[in-house]
RNA sequence: CGGGGCGUGGUGUCAACGGUAGCACGAGUGAUUUGGGAUCAUUUAGACAGGGUUCGAAUCCCUGCGCCCCGACCA
């Protein structure tokens, strides 16, 4: 893409009404627009960015069997009211509508509900199970405090899965499937040594113990102990004796840090097929209970982890995975060999935003930096009298002059 | 939801004593300029909303709305 043609434009100045870092960057750099607390527009950039990490995250589902599917965001009461959690005593950040004749709706904050209930035309017996549904779609709760840029907002773009197995043991099979899942796309994100598994409160969901993935961070909201040798962490909430000796895990071998959920896994048992009267007939054509697992990670939330973490002060810095581009190239004043690089690398299949304005150099390095671009090509006459383009990694401060046939040979294309 | 802070052009501004709304950035135009947000000229554009006090309100008061922070909450 030509940056001339890019309608978004760079800032100086952060605005004012934003604090956090991955709010402050992704705004100047034109990534996102705040449309009110905790409601963010996704412009170009930052929907391409977006994009690719719901790709790694559909990939990862798909690779442990999960179907997609989409669900709708309006919700009949009904369904919620059979689990007891339509009545705002018992869930209170609901957004709550109304059809045109009075009926009462809710606008999705979860799916449990309208997943079982869709499920129940299909699931009668022990031979459908096990199976793994997911979907990647905005979810809205009414956040009493809505914070932290992109960590924590009212509407969000979430990945939810759930599965339905015959009984537990299938169940906990599926479950550490998706747990393993889950690592993989943290490690594709560059997250993976900072992510971890975090035991913690299932909430009204389960008695059980819930697993959190925690991505380390200061800016986090949760109080997380870790032990670095089994790689697992426990959630200031559940920290009792009791609960570490269930979890042998052993307080002196513990570290207090701060951490982002960045994912969570949930044990439902039978609880939202039993109250939506969904049930499957065994070998013997007896009735017996479903067991289901939910599992969620926030996608537009991670956008702003990643944000957040590997910035530096000249901008962000994305992950080569995940970035707008793979390569931002800046022409300095030599169109027609810019172009024809541009030509060059986009036929090798390689995303390539082209800096073609007519501003100063200054400006486009500056730029560059900001947007975040993970190498930066310079076409300009001092690069082509020293033999070709300056190539430089965005997270690193060295650069090189070399020809374009061997960034293609380092770029593997 | 409790507490605190704050609302001035598109953006920023610990700019303005209750008395002419200023500066910078951006954007437009023209010129110069191309290795770190370059320079000059010129133009553009603003008090969150409603009420009150006052001869006069950006400034004081009330109400509402919005935003940020701390806490509580967070399926």
């Keep these: 893409m030509k940056q001339s043609q890019l309608f978004t434009r760079t800032k100086k100045e952060a605005p004012s009404d934003e604090v956090a870092k991955n709010a402050q960057l992704l705004i100047r750099a034109g990534f996102i627009h705040k449309e009110m607390a905790g409601v963010y527009a996704y412009m170009p950039l930052g929907l391409r960015v977006l994009e690719n990490i719901k790709k790694i995250v559909r990939e990862e589902m798909n690779a442990v069997g999960g179907q997609e599917l989409m669900m709708t965001t309006l919700q009949p009461k009904e369904i919620w009211e059979k689990t007891d959690r339509w009545d705002d005593a018992k869930v209170d950040n609901w957004f709550k509508t109304k059809l045109a004749n009075g009926a ?7 799916h449990e509900e309208p997943i079982v209930d869709a499920v129940s035309n299909y699931l009668n017996s022990y031979k459908d199970m096990p199976f793994a549904v997911y979907q990647i779609q905005n979810k ?31 169940h906990e099979q599926e479950y550490e499937k998706i747990v393993a899942a889950y690592y993989k796309v943290y ?8 992510t971890y598994r975090t035991y913690a409160d299932g909430g009204i969901f ?5 697993d959190e993935f925690q991505t380390l961070s200061e800016v986090g909201e949760d109080t997380i102990y870790v032990d670095e040798k089994k790689r697992v962490a426990i959630n200031e909430e559940i920290l009792t004796d009791e609960n570490l000796e269930k979890l042998d895990l052993k307080r002196d071998e513990l570290v207090q840090k701060k951490g982002v959920e960045v994912g969570n896994t ?28 939910c599992y969620g990670i926030g996608v537009s939330r991670l956008m702003g982890v990643v944000a957040e973490l590997f910035a530096d002060d000249k901008g962000l810095v994305w992950p080569e995975n995940i970035a707008p581009f793979a390569v931002h190239l800046l022409n300095l004043g030599e169109n027609e060999e810019a172009e024809k690089i ?13 800096d073609d304005r007519e501003v100063s150099a200054g400006e486009k390095f500056a730029d560059s930096d900001l947007i ?20 430089k990694k965005r997270s690193e401060n060295e650069s090189k002059i070399m020809t374009v046939e061997a960034l293609l040979q380092m770029l593997n294309k």
């Design 104 to 110: 009462e709706l809710g606008v999705g904050l979860t």
């Design 140 to 170: 809205f709760r009414n956040e009493k405090r809505a914070k932290s840029g992109l960590l924590r907002g009212r509407e969000f773009l979430m990945k939810d899965m759930y599965t339905f197995c015959r009984d537990q043991a299938q």
């Design 187 to 194: 490690d594709r994100l560059g997250l993976g040594d900072i």
């Design 206 to 210: 389960t008695p059980r113990f819930s």
């Design 266 to 293: 949930f044990h439902l048992e039978s609880k939202y097929t039993n109250a939506l009267d969904l049930y499957y007939s065994d070998e013997n054509g007896e009735k017996q209970s479903i067991v289901m697992g």
């Design 342 to 354: 541009y030509a060059e690398l986009k036929s090798k299949g390689i995303e390539v935003l082209l």
């Design 372 to 391: 975040g671009i993970p190498w930066r090509i310079v076409v300009s006459k001092k690069s082509l009298a020293a033999g070709g383009i300056e190539v």
